[in-house]
Each structure stands twice: as structure tokens, then as C-alpha cells.
């Protein structure tokens, strides 16, 4: 009965302090650690565990990273809308800004030209401006912004950089109307300046011109230019006009079909200048009163035999219409009576 009644003893029962398991497990740590500082022995355990542990941190920092990642990206994607929008803006006001410049080179280019097609002629040339087109549908005409306050006068030549473009037809107080070169109306004297051949030069309504009343053996091929020949005492002689673009020969037909195409802006709005007239204005032709009958038209003639026995002529002055009148065959017969 006394050996059922032994007990552990209360020294067993509870173990070491926890002050003394303290000490132990702090002294034992600070062996390990210093018996690693100084022989490196657990170099190859922790190496063997954070190879172990990798996976495990990948898919703790995974959650992490994909906050981050995310957060990155649509805060990078907000940035590149804006930074697009701002290069969008910039490239319009860039795209405004060398379209401008590109107009103000042209202008630049057409003014110099201006001014040089100014020094070499030797007449009093106004600047202008082709504002806008007729509302003819059916003639090539041009509104300029100069008029008769500017001393535009009807009939004085219109060039441009290039060459001639025109004529001034109809002048208003503050604008004038330029009937351009390849109206079918328009027509200028011209010389071939390679043959020195004289012809006229018609418009032919759809942006061309045509070379006319030379003969379809005439020296003039593909290419060769055209300048105004000063005949009509209102172009200045030596403009370029045209440029011969094609020309058609036929045996059948007596003159040449030759097509051109104008030299200067025919068909576009610019700076063009104004010239003077380089002589005084054409007389107006003398009344047919005043021709002689012998050289007038067949209608005249007609017409002063219709009149012959109405009126009273003296004896001497009646035969002179009979003889102006009366044809060679009739004449002969006369003469073989006797």
C-alpha cells in the first residue's frame, strides 16, 4: 500500500525556472553565433533552407507585387494619355506653324520674283492682288484689289512672276477684272523665240492656249517658248507667255494645230503687277466714208452701184465707177467690135 502512495517530487514536476531556461537558450544562442562568425559552419544549412524557403516567399511578395505592379501600370497608362494628348497638341501647332511657314516661303518666293520681273521691264507696273474669280462660269476672269483709285486703266497687261497672265478688261473704283490669257476672247501677239515666227495667240477656255494662222510646215516643235512681240503697243515685247506643249500637222488643213500651255499662274491666285500700256492707246480705224471705193468692201462697191443711177453724174466722172466696177472678161469683147 505505501509503494501506490510514492509521488514525484514537486522539483521534477516543474522543471528548470524560466529564468534559468532563459540563460541556457541565450548562452547557447551566443555560442552558435560566435562559433558561425568565426567558422562559418552553417553557411551551407542557411543556403540549403532560403532555397527551400524561395517558393514560399515568392507567393508571400506575390499579392504585394501585384498591388504594386498594378498600381504602376495604370499610373504609367494615365501618364502616357497625357504625354500623348500634350504630343497630339504639339504636333497640330507644329503642323499650323510650318504650313504657315510654307505660305510665307511662297509669298516670299512669288514677291521676289515680283520684284525682279519689275526691274527688268522698263514701264510703270502697280502691285496687286488676285482677290478672287469672276462668277462668269463660262469666261476665265479674276477680281484684283486694285482700281481706278490706283491708277489701273482698261487695257493694261497683268503678269505675275512667271509671265503673263492677262489683261485688264473692266475697271472699277476699288477693283479691276482681268480677263486671263486662256479665256477663249483673249488674244495676244506673240513671236516663236527660237524661229522668230510671228503668230496670235488665243485662249482656248480650259486652261490652255492655241497658236494660230501658222502654217502647218512652220518651224515650231514641242517645248519652245513663247514671248510676247510688243506689236500691239501694249505688252512689252520679250513676256514669256506660253510654252508650246503639243503640235498637230495635217496635210489636208493649211495651218498647223499647236497647243500651249500658259507660263504664268494662269489658274491661280497670287501678287501679280499691273503694267502700263508701252505705247499710246490704238487710233480708232477712219469711217468708210473716208476709204477709197476702189479699196473698199465688196458691199460698198455694191452699194455705190446701187446708188450710180439714182443720182445725176457728171459726164466726166461717169465712166471711173464703170471701170472700177466692170470685170477684165467684160472689157475684152469691147474691144474686139471694131
Known sequence: MASHDHQTPPFFKRGLPPAARLTIYLALSFSLLVADLRLHYLETLRQALSVLTYPLQIAAATPADFVSNASDYFSGLISVQRENKRLKTQQLNMASQVLFTEQLQRENIELRGLLAMQASLKV???????????????????????G????????????????????????????????????KEQAIPVIVERSGLRAVMFG???????????????????????????????????????TVLKVTR??????????????????RNGPVLVLSRTGPRPQRPADDDSIDPRRASGGRIRQNKAEAPASAPTPASAPAPAQSVAPPAAASPARKEP
Open 250 to 267: 495635217d496635210s489636208a488643213e493649211s495651218f498647223a494645230r499647236i497647243l500651249c500651255r500658259p507660263t504664268g499662274s494662269v489658274e
Open 204 to 242: 482656248t477656255g480650259n486652261g490652255l492656249m492655241e497658236l494660230k494662222f501658222l502654217a502647218a510646215n512652220a518651224e515650231v516643235k514641242p517645248g519652245d517658248r513663247i514671248l510676247t512681240s510688243g506689236l500691239d503697243g501694249v505688252f512689252a515685247p520679250g513676256l514669256p507667255v506660253a
Open 124 to 146: 510703270r507696273s502697280t502691285a496687286a492682288e488676285i482677290i478672287f474669280t469672276a462668277r462668269d462660269p463660262f469666261s476665265r476672269k479674276v477680281i484684283l484689289n486694285k
Open 148 to 183: 481706278g483709285q490706283q491708277d489701273i486703266e482698261p487695257g493694261s497687261p497683268v503678269v505675275d512672276p512667271l509671265g503673263v497672265i492677262g489683261q485688264v478688261t473692266r475697271v472699277f473704283p476699288l477693283h479691276a477684272e482681268v480677263t486671263l490669257l486662256s479665256d
